[in-house]
């Protein structure tokens, strides 16, 4: 019987009853040892009448075999695996060693779980009782709470419930509940029902003051009331290891023949078959479990000893001469089954008091399975303890190399440079040396300071002996640079970039060096377009580039950076690509390039949703590099269709990641995008304020590209605050700048700046930039540019030759959702006389992003469960939002849905 907690009663039983309505929901329960999670747990599962229950519980023996939790929660499931997406159910199947199949993304997996829970809850509602999480192995515990971050609305309730401090980062961002000691009258029920004889109030007070009300603890006490006054002590020590003492103290008083009989179910991990088997092999009475039993401390239910509590077995283990634990250790690695690799390698590496070559090498190829199975915590685990087996000082660095590489492919940063850090003092084989580097650099571009990872790829450079790894190494160190938006270093890297592509040998080496050497030149404001031209033919020559998931971020560079007509298309090829193959780690970066190419074109709709894919995926996978851009590029998108308060919050989250981590390619978008907001919004001296501090960073970074520069908005906005003269020098400024790069996208803004200080003859630069935009993809810059010719136009009372101009900007403004500079064109056209009908603002800019996202790819022609798939959403969720697109679009299918987006 459960006693008080009736606040979390009535949470549970929210959840449950929307749960079984279709609105999943997700608890996650947290609190110290004893506080009385299992027992809440157990309480739940009373009230799931009608609902199929999916168990897993933690256990420290479980924690180092892959996916041993998400077997244990979805093997009910698994007869549906073939009706999920192919890739996903690939992904699965292989993490859950039932296929050969090569790792996938480790948030495929938890993709793939999403996806099979909620096929699950097709037929009957569904809840997930996940105990004692922080013990669950790593990569099971992030593959459900992937799942559960992406509940919405299917019938599954999930619970989550770990150890507070353990199980934190977990579940951070889930719904959470945290479990404190029970009150003074709950505390009071519960001893009166557990002690031998009534205890006074007195007893009770002291009780619940020194153990908080901590129910495993009042037990404890309860059923010895005068133990305490024995204790005496006013200080009372910390509550686990209070409890751990008596524990301790009550397996002490067993009978010496029933201790060592639970330590060895301890070892098992309660596997009643193993432990008879051991208990043999050491000449022990496997029956004298039974004392245990009589003195409270374990349970032999269904061939498996449970025992009272946790701290419990952590006590046993703890309390035990090493010697005897090796002993046992030893005894349960020769009992295991044959094809128990793995198991064996960890028991025997419990068991040596040494070093010993042999037990190294195994748990090195339990590493390696476990990697395979992309279960990346565990491997690291696996490598590091085989490390600290390995008797020779090369294989010990070659595998704490192999530890720090697989923490950090299981998202592990600090982690993973802890093992580096060990490594520091010692001389690795120049290979290695170049590989720890690299790990170093990467960890650094996604997590850590951006300026040390360029200057630690640039170090990896010149210090590895391989001339096609310099060529690599250096574009890697160009990519970080650009990152920084450093004009600087890119200029000082050209040189050196150039040389090392000449002397490289494999096609993977030139493409990379060669698109890197154009990126670093353009950057500097030294051409470059030329490199990237010339890279193209290679990178996408290169099957072995197409595999590879660097390869194809460098592949997205060149058209982005050339920007023509076929950059679109061939960038969306890839996310399909990345999609098909689930490669859900891979898409904030792909996302965000091809949502860049949409907001600097004419598909805002899709960009707008593709940014926003990008920020979440970014964000539940942990890449703030990623984040930050996406979330600049999004506000600078929400900076021309007028969502002031959107574009403001995400430009202010942009900012301050980008300052932490120095993204000033970032920084400089999400200053843009604030001075643009108010230029648009009419607030010129605001907007000078922000597009100055822009102008200001880019040239103390000695950024020479004059794509990246706000000169054009800053000349309109200098006139608008009639600075006149000053207006008229960053024109002139610019255009020199555009005209040196040659490119006609910078070259026609900067047209349109001289068309709007020219004093007499101003025809002649609007005319030749909007020729100049023809040759760009980019409608909004014209639009800008008819705007502002057809402005002067009116001004100069050419009231019919204005009108031209003014409705194309209006026309391409208002096709674009740009809301504002629409009302802007429509306001400049009245003023020529012709009346304008004020279109009703709603359809496509109404939808939220999600549903934007379902809408774009629906109307593609994807079916509800490609989408869903696609999206890493459960079919249920796309319908949810696809009801909401319906009504705010007030359409009834797919075909006129189709036609919206389109439109
Ligand atoms: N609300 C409660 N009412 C009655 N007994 C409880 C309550 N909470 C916990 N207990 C008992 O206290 C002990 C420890 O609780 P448990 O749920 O195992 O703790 P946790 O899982 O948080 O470590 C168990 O014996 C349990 O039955
Ligand atoms: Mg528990």
Redesign the pocket.
Known sequence: ?????EHEQQAIDRLVSGARIGASGVLAVT?E????????LRWTEGRLEGFRVLRATGTEPEREVPFAGLLAVLRPTLGLLETIAPPQARALAAALAMDEGPAGDRFAIGAATLSLLCRYAEEAPVAVLLDDVHLLDRPSAGALVFAARRLSSDPVAMFVVGRAGEADDLVEGLDGLVLSG?DRG?ARS?VDRLAPAPVTDAWLARVHELTGGN??AI?ELAEDPDALLASGSDVPPPLSSALAATFTRRVRLLDPAARPVLLVAVVCNGDLRLTGAVCASLALDVARLADAQHAGLADVVGGEVTFR??LLRAALYRDSAPEERMAVHAAVARALPGDDVDRRAWHLSESLWAPDAGVAEMLDGAGERAAARSAYAVASTAYERAARLSPGLDDLAVRLVAAADNAWAAGLGPRALALLDELAATTLAPELATGALELRAAIAVRSGSVREAAALLERAAAETGSADARAVLLAEALHAILFLADGAAAGRLVDELTRAVAAATSTRARAIGTVAAGMAKVLAGRGGIDDLRAAVPLLAGSEELRADARGVSWLMYAPLFIRDAQTGRELRARVDEARARAGVGMLPGLLFLVARDGAASDSWARAAADYTEAIRLARDTGQTAELAMSLAGLSWLESRTGQEAACRMHAAEALALCGSRDIHWGEAWALFSLGDLELALGNPAAALVHLRELDGLLGRLCVGDPDLSPRAELVDVLLRLGQVDEATRTAAAYAEAADAKGQPWARARARRCLGLVATSDFDAPFLEALALHEETPDRFETARTALAYGARLRRAGRRVDAREHLRLALDVFAALGAEVWADQAATELDLTGERVPRRAVGGVASLTPQELQVAVLLADGRTTREAAAALFLSPKTVEYHLRKVYTKLDIRSREELAAVIRR
């Open positions: 019987m459960l006693i008080g907690r609190g040892a004893g506080v009385g999670k299992t027992a809440l029970l709950a519960l129910p495993l037990a509590h946790p």
